[in-house]
């Protein structure tokens, strides 16, 4: 009520004075500006597009007989209230958002939701809970391969649309970028980067790019298809890139048929119908999106959507084969507790939080040592030489998980890094570690001699570590709480 | 004249079609709106703005800044506007909504006095 109090009293300042008529508009475009909690980029695209509205409406109010004041009073008073106006922008752009919540569920559950894809893959028999995936995720180590043989000449004034031109201009590869997405992120295309080298690969580019724009949803990063590189947000990207699952429904039509004495076709129905209107309804191509498609054919419910969309699907199947069997009210007559999709506890959120900083603090370092590699014919001993340098921030090198019990937060074993002809599987070879991270006997941040960086269970980092291409690998492991 | 909760439900329906001919700016798009139906569907600021963000977000819609060309007045130099046109995502949003917007008008046809259409079958 307040800021609408605001709002006319704005108004009303137009209509009293008519030599202020200029710096009212601008008097309008600032509250309403206050008002339009959204990113700033929006903030200044909206408030020059109402600016030219103003200005071209004012201009016809005043062709069609009206004097400068009235037209401008009569323009802005067709805006409306400027907190109704913010308030429509901001249910516009809630679409986005609430795709962006449920990616934030995703990303929360991240190395829980890889590691579920790994097992819904290997899954022989599907079950209601557990689908059979056609297509997984293409791997990154192959497009990590073809960005490394991408190199170029970077200078430090070189801007970001400099240098992706420049990445085009190789002829090895077609680059696609949405200017505007990417602004969305932070990052400023015309402004100087400040990456130099003689030779500096387009992968190298890529991770410093998503580095410093490291946004859980909202974040730079890329895709290679084929020789398409595309750079975009994350976000866009989790829209866009779909699994196709098959689930075995079954077990639910039968607990259906026997419960409720329906026809095989009505509870074939049901299932699709109820998982059409409770999960995200605006996706569904049945719904007339175009983000997620549902068929059911003999016994079998095909899939194709995003992962987050996939581990609520099995959710409701899940529930649909437990509901028809078990009573669903109290023995008072109560309804029971619902059974609540799980949603990541406060230690589990912290706990991803932290080990998202580990691999980016990871990511820095590897970008780090690869520019020593280039500059230095040195071997490099410490990562305190990479702070000297200015290759690295002071501070870079502690853990997000705090020192480890022996006071050392890295290791890194940099001749592995540095040893480029090493032999056997690069992206199999750890060449670094989050020691706190290990101390704390949870997952830990790896990095790998081809640069990828894996959260994993220390079960399986002893068993990588144990692996012949890790043979030469011996790392001081501080001792496990 | 149609009810301003009508022209909020097919808002994006007359938008994707005006920019279905050529790229149009906000103001231009409402001023064509009106034209088209003889003034009798106005898209307020407050209904057109916020939805060609919305489209624009959706990726139904593309956007690019351009100068203010024609103008005369010394003091809008550098005055940009932004410009809109149907992405192929858009454009195939459109076909949707104009095919689903047909078979529910011939379902309706079917329920109304004086007319001896048939239902959609």
Same mark, same amino acid.
């Not at chain 1, 750890?430 to 570690?433: F, H």
């Given at each position: 009520m307040k800021l609408r109090e605001r709002t006319r009293s704005v108004v009303n300042a137009a209509r009293s004075s008519s030599d202020e008529a200029p710096a009212t508009v601008d008097s309008w475009l600032d509250l309403f500006d206050r008002l339009l909690n959204l990113p700033h980029a929006h903030k200044i695209a909206i408030r020059e597009e109402l600016r030219s509205h103003l200005t071209d409406r004012v201009r016809d109010l005043m062709l069609a007989g009206l004097d400068r004041d009235l037209a401008m009073r009569q323009a802005i008073s067709e805006l409306g209230e400027a907190a109704d106006l913010a308030e429509q922008f901001r249910s516009a752009n809630r679409y986005p958002r609430r795709r962006m919540i449920m990616n934030g569920a995703f990303i929360g559950f991240g190395a829980a939701a890889i590691i579920t894809a790994a097992a819904i893959i290997s899954t022989p028999q599907p079950s209601p809970g557990s689908p059979a995936v056609f297509e997984a995720p293409a791997a990154r180590a192959a497009a990590v391969d073809t960005l490394n043989s991408v190199t170029l000449r970077v200078s430090p004034e070189m801007s970001a649309r400099q240098i992706i031109k420049a990445i085009a201009d190789t002829d090895q590869l077609a680059v696609s970028v949405d200017w505007n997405s990417i602004a969305e992120a932070g990052m400023k295309p015309d402004e100087p980067v400040g990456i130099s080298g003689e030779r500096v690969t387009a992968y190298q580019i890529l991770t410093e790019f998503s580095n410093r724009y490291d946004d859980a949803w909202n974040g730079i990063d890329w895709r290679l298809e084929g020789k398409l590189l595309t750079i975009d947000r994350k976000v866009v990207f989790s829209m866009r890139e779909r699994i196709l699952a098959c689930y075995d429904i079954e077990p639910v039509i039968e607990k259906m048929l026997d419960h409720y004495h329906v026809s095989y076709e009505w509870a074939t129905a049901e299932i699709g119908s109820v998982i059409q209107e409770l999960i995200e309804p605006d996706q569904w191509q049945a719904n007339g999106g175009d983000l997620a498609q549902l068929r059911i054919v003999s016994g079998r419910m095909f899939v194709n959507a995003p992962l987050r969309t996939h581990e609520k699907v099995a959710w409701v199947l899940q529930e649909l084969s437990r509901g028809s069997a078990e009573p669903m009210s109290g023995a008072q007559g109560h309804a029971s507790e619902p059974n609540v999709m799980p949603q990541p506890t406060d230690e589990e959120r912290a706990h991803h939080a932290m080990s998202q900083l580990a691999m980016s603090q990871l990511r820095n370092i590897h970008m780090a040592v690869q520019i020593w590699g280039q500059a230095n014919e040195a071997p490099l001993t410490s990562i305190q030489q990479l702070i000297e340098g200015g290759m690295l921030k002071p &501070? *870079? #090198? $502690? %853990?997000a998980a705090g020192p480890a019990p022996d006071g050392r937060d890295y290791w890194i074993d940099f001749d592995a890094i540095l $040893? %480029?002809? *090493? #032999? &056997?599987d690069w992206a199999k070879r =750890? =060449?670094?570690?989050d020691r706190a991270m290990f101390a704390q006997g949870k997952e830990v941040a790896v990095l790998f001699l081809d640069g990828h960086i894996e959260l994993m269970p220390i079960t399986k980092l002893h068993t990588l570590l144990v692996s012949p291409v890790n043979q030469g690998v011996k790392p001081d492991l501080p001792s496990l709480k | 004249m149609p009810t301003s909760d009508f022209v909020r439900q097919h808002a994006d329906l007359l938008v994707l079609s005006v920019l279905a001919d050529r790229p149009l700016y906000g103001y231009a798009i409402s001023k064509e709106v009106a034209a088209r139906t003889d003034g009798k569907i106005r898209l307020t600021p407050g209904v057109l703005y916020p939805l060609l963000h919305k489209l624009e977000v959706q990726k139904l819609l593309v956007a690019s800044w351009d100068e203010v060309k024609s103008d005369t007045n010394v003091s809008e130099a550098g005055r940009k506007r932004k410009w809109y046109r149907l992405s192929a995502k858009g454009r195939k949003k459109l076909e949707q909504r104009i095919a689903s917007h047909r078979s529910y008008q011939r379902l309706l046809e079917a329920f109304l006095p004086g007319t001896d259409s048939e239902p959609a079958t």
């Open positions: &501070g *870079a #090198e $502690k %853990s $040893k %480029s002809d *090493a #032999e &056997g =750890v =060449v670094g570690i | -």
